[in-house]
């Protein structure tokens, strides 16, 4: 499958049904790959996902009506920059070009709010996501971290100047 079947649409708050639904099967079928867990997202109330939406632009990527894939673009204005997170495509979508196009949706919203670079996360040994990115552009900066205070796996940085 190309990837010319893929539609890929912005949610909004209202959309918050189908964010938790793509999430929740994110944090199942992936735990490894994000500083989340499934526990925290299943105790969200509506109303935090709602919030979760506001303050993000999240992509999802659907085919046939039925959504396989996700990726999220953040303000960073620490850095004066834009975080590219949540990205995961579905067993069933992968190596479809799916994941092409959500990349894509997070830096072309990048470009179009301003940002000039885009930062992001990948857990150590995830060769899939990094492949992904490099093909992106984006290149290791060199810093490196744990996922989070509960979770002292590595992960390192990486940066797409645009
Ligand atoms: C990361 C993810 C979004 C990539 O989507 P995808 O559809 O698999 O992406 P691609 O098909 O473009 O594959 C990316 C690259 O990894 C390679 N690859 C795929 N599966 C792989 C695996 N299991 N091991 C090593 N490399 C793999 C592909 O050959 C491709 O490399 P290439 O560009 O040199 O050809 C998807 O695998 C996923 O959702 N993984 C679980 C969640 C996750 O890790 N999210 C990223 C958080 S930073």
New binding site residues.
Partial sequence: MGDSGVRVRLLTADDWSAFRSIRLR?LAD?PQ?FGSTLEHARARTDQDWRELLAHRAQFVASVDGSDVGTAAGLDDPERSGAHLIS???AGKA???G???RLVRAVVDWAVDTGHRKVW?E?AAG????E??YL?HGFVRTGIQGMIGPADPRPEFEMLLEL
């Fill in positions: 994110a992936a790959a990205m995961w495509v992968r190596g479809t799916v994941s092409d992001l990948v995830n060769t899939a996501a492949r992904l093909r």
